[in-house]
């Protein structure tokens, strides 16, 4: 078993790589997200698809249907997220009421 590289190495040229004085100037932090309801294990995916068969749906259509918002409430402000946007992986929010 030996080491195998599938990506040449790429030359970052000195001026560029000075350029920024971060210690990794071309990596951004990754940003934590939010997928699911933890609590229930339910993705926001599944919800979405079922929302889509629906004239409309409210937060507590979710929490009758998957019982989401209703333990913790922790993803309630992603479920409204999740439902204004359509998107299904939301950046962590840390200063929601
Ligand atoms: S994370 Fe959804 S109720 Fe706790």
């Known amino acids: 078993m030996g080491f195998s ?3 040449p190495a790429r030359m970052i040229p000195a001026e560029e790589h ?9 990596r951004k932090p990754p940003v934590p997200t939010v997928d699911r ?17 629906r004239a409309s749906t409210d937060l ?4 009758d249907q998957y019982g989401c918002g209703g333990s913790c ?5 992603y ?9 299904s992986c ?3 929010m840390l200063d929601v009421d």
Do not use: N, Y
């Open 60 to 63: 507590t259509d979710i929490e």
């Open 73 to 77: 409430g922790m993803c309630r402000p």
């Open 37 to 53: 309801c933890i609590c229930h294990d339910v993705p926001f995916t599944e919800i979405l698809a079922w929302a889509a068969d």
């Open 90 to 92: 939301i950046p962590l």
């Open 5 to 7: 590289q599938t990506t």
């Open 79 to 87: 479920l409204k997220r999740v439902l204004a946007t359509g998107d």
């Open 18 to 26: 000075m350029a920024d004085a971060s210690p990794h100037p071309r």
